[in-house]
């Protein structure tokens, strides 16, 4: 099943986000209509499939891949991803990376940048995956239009 896969989450109806899919999830994302599979992961990550690309093109599917170091992301990676996600507005797409950490931070970056959302609530879904440690805090504040990282209320 897909909410096996690793930090799964169901964003919309359209937008999918998880670590790293094994090759039966992939099959089970197209069987449920998904359409383009993003990767943010870099190759030699945990649990990298060796083709991906090829399972993915071969189960009907559009696959991208945007290599992120997950100790130096960088912005024109973001605005890659963006642009990407806006290509494929309308259709049903999965995201992941090695745990989707990568992925959570680069969604929720595109809700406040490209789609108006405040950065509070676009943070909620990647703070239920995880809390950023310092790099990833730098790169977020940077990102922000507003230049601050929302800190979580005391107490949650």
Same mark, same amino acid.
């Given at each position: 099943?897909?909410?096996?896969? /690793?930090?799964?989450? /169901? ?25 383009? #599979? ?8 945990? +649990? ?11 189960? $009907?599917? !559009? ?5 992120? +170091? ?14 990407? #996600?806006?290509?494929?507005? $309308?259709?049903?797409?999965?995201? +992941? ?14 809700? #406040? /940048? /490209?789609? $108006? ?19 990833? !805090? ?9 230049? +601050?990282?929302? !800190? ?5």
């Amino acid at each position: 099943m897909l909410e096996d896969i /690793r930090d799964f989450r /169901r964003l919309s109806a359209r937008c999918l986000t998880a670590g790293q899919p094994t090759s039966a999830q992939l099959a089970e994302a197209a069987a449920e209509g998904v359409e383009a #599979v993003i990767n943010l992961a870099l190759p030699t990550s945990d +649990h990298a499939l060796p083709d991906e690309r090829a399972e993915v093109e071969r189960l $009907g599917m !559009r696959y991208e891949s945007i290599p992120v +170091h997950f100790d130096s992301p960088r912005e024109e990676e973001l605005e890659r991803f963006s642009d990407l #996600v806006d290509s494929l507005s $309308g259709r049903k797409i999965l995201i +992941h990376c090695a745990a989707n950490k990568r992925v959570s931070a680069f969604v929720a970056l595109h809700r #406040v /940048r /490209r789609l $108006g959302w405040p950065a509070e609530k676009a943070l909620e879904e990647m703070r239920a995956v995880w809390e950023p440690d310092p790099t990833w !805090r730098d790169f977020i504040t940077a990102a922000l239009p507003t230049a +601050h990282y929302p !800190r979580r209320n005391a107490g949650n």
